[in-house]
């Protein structure tokens, strides 16, 4: 198993551009997060979604929209790109949402605007 | 709102040694879980350790254990016999009730294993 993927690892967008955040995992679980991490911080939940074609709104979700197709992508999109959006973005995946089913991580997007 | 503090931005200690991380916790709930991860320098997020809040025993993972005081909020992790690979930021996170949806994540302390 790849586990969670994400691609791509980096990325520098300039004010305004628009760009998505592919997140796959091959381990046929049914919830997905998105989470950012700015710098000297914790991760912040952005969105979750408990299944295909369910999605709600985690911590931060403002400047952000997701969809869930299928079970094993889960991709994040950004519409007008804003220095407040330079993060590095971790896509998790978990078999269930209760804590008994550990939350399996990907190696992050560095996004940088500018 | 839920509130996890990690006063102890860095910290090093000598391979071999023990070494233990601070996190304080601020909620009103009953029903939460409390984690530690570690994010290495690939970034990666490797979970260490778990504790339910309803357990009263501290929760112990081969060389990593914690110390749970629920009436103190606090949650510190002890690293025994620490290794070189032990070197990471570690992250307090708190899950509150039993879904996925409600994590929340401190700022991380970053260890340092010298050898």
């Known amino acids: 198993n790849a586990g969670v993927t994400q691609t791509p690892k980096f990325r520098i967008l300039k004010i305004g551009q628009s760009m998505t955040l592919q997140c796959t995992q091959d381990?046929?679980?049914?919830?997905m997060y998105w989470y950012r991490q700015d710098p000297g911080m914790g991760l912040k939940l952005i969105y979750y979604s408990v299944g295909a074609g369910i999605t709600d709104k985690g911590e931060v979700p403002n400047g952000y929209n997701v969809s869930r197709s299928t079970t094993e992508d889960f991709p994040l999109r950004l519409e007008l790109a804003a220095p407040s959006q330079t993060s590095v973005y971790f896509c998790a995946s978990s078999r269930t949402g209760t804590v008994h089913n550990e939350q399996f991580f990907g190696p992050g997007t560095r996004l940088t605007v500018l | 709102a839920q509130t996890v503090t990690q006063s102890q931005p860095e910290m090093s200690v000598q391979e071999a040694e023990t070494v233990t991380l601070s996190c304080t916790y601020d909620t009103s709930e009953n029903n939460y879980y409390l984690f530690w991860y570690k994010q290495p320098p690939s970034r990666q997020m490797i979970l260490v350790i778990r504790?339910?809040?309803?357990?009263?025993q501290n929760a112990t993972e081969n060389r990593f254990s914690v110390n749970f005081q629920k009436a103190a909020k606090s949650f510190s992790l002890k690293i025994s016999d620490s290794q070189l690979g032990d070197t990471a930021m570690y992250f307090c996170?708190?899950?509150?009730?039993?879904?996925?949806?409600?994590?929340?994540f401190g700022t991380g302390t970053s260890l340092t294993v010298i050898p």
């Open positions: 504790q339910e809040a309803y357990k009263q």
């Open positions: 996170a708190f899950m509150k009730g039993n879904t996925g949806n409600q994590f929340y």
């Open positions: 381990m046929n679980h049914n919830y």
